[in-house]
Nanobody, 119 residues
């Protein structure tokens, strides 16, 4: 079973940047297409980006396209989310998990990492 640990969140001013990391345990990490999700206060979880197993293909929802970049290092069992030009509406707890476009179920969710963008 793969376990997920997110990190890298924090408080940043609008227009700033953060880089999130998701470290996965387990030997089969490279077999999974991965995604980043977020949950803002009072809102449902939102899927925001995904990356293929090799890293050669990526996907972004419109609200983050051009500002966020997803990447992965399979040798380090880690997926990253580089977030630039942050906006207050990006404030949320961010999680990684399997790409919901590929899989019908999820791994156990990690604790997430809080991102707060001040105006």
């Amino acid at each position: 079973q793969v376990q997920l640990v997110e990190s890298g969140g924090g408080l940043v001013q609008a227009g700033g940047s953060l880089r999130l990391s998701c470290a996965a345990s387990g030997r089969t990490f490279s077999n999974y297409a991965m995604g980043w999700f977020r949950r803002a206060p009072g809102k449902a979880r939102e899927f925001v980006a995904a990356i293929s197993r090799s890293g050669g293909s990526t996907y972004y929802v419109d609200s983050v396209k051009g500002r966020f970049t997803i990447s992965r290092d399979n040798a380090k069992n880690t997926v990253y989310l580089q977030m630039n030009s942050l906006k207050p509406e990006d404030t949320a707890v961010y999680y990684c998990n399997l790409d919901p476009r590929v899989y019908s179920d999820y791994l156990a969710w990690g604790q997430g990492t809080q991102v707060t963008v001040s105006s």
